[in-house]
């Protein structure tokens, strides 16, 4: 459930993006997925058309309809601001990292890190007690 706070800071996200709702097309659609029987037999999952930037928003991650139009249109906001002013958003960002890390090293770079990692080693054992 949406609070108050959280529906105001949506509002003020859209005014700064100029997405009015008269400019918006909501329909609802037949969920899918995680969430069992009430999401797969009720039209809780929201699509959203901004006419003017030609947009089109899926948003259905909650059981909830009301919270899934708000979360569509925090969305949709974040979209259009992302758009005009080129700025990669929260969830491009961490997309971005995680592509990153799952990325191949090079033969070098995967040979200087096992270099290193068995420089740590011999470090490592150089500090156990001698046997006598």
């Given amino acids: 459930m ?3 706070a959280t529906i105001a800071k ?3 996200l859209m005014a700064e993006a100029s997405v009015f709702e008269d400019d918006i097309e909501e329909s609802f659609i037949l969920g ?3 969430g069992g029987q009430k999401t797969n037999k009720t039209s809780n999952v929201v699509r959203l058309k901004h006419e003017p930037s030609g947009l089109n928003i899926r948003f259905g991650e909650t059981r909830s309809r009301e919270d899934n139009r708000w979360l569509a249109r925090r969305a949709l906001a974040e979209a259009i601001l992302e758009r005009e002013n080129k700025r990669k958003s929260a969830r491009q960002q961490a997309a971005e990292k995680k592509r990153r890390q799952k990325r191949r090293r090079s033969r070098r770079q995967k040979q200087r890190m096992l270099e290193e ?4 080693s011999e470090k490592k054992a150089a500090r156990k007690p001698v046997d006598w």
């Fill in 32 to 34: 899918g997925g995680p």
């Fill in 2 to 4: 949406l609070t108050p």
């Fill in 117 to 120: 990692k068995h420089a740590h």
């Fill in 10 to 12: 949506i509002k003020e």
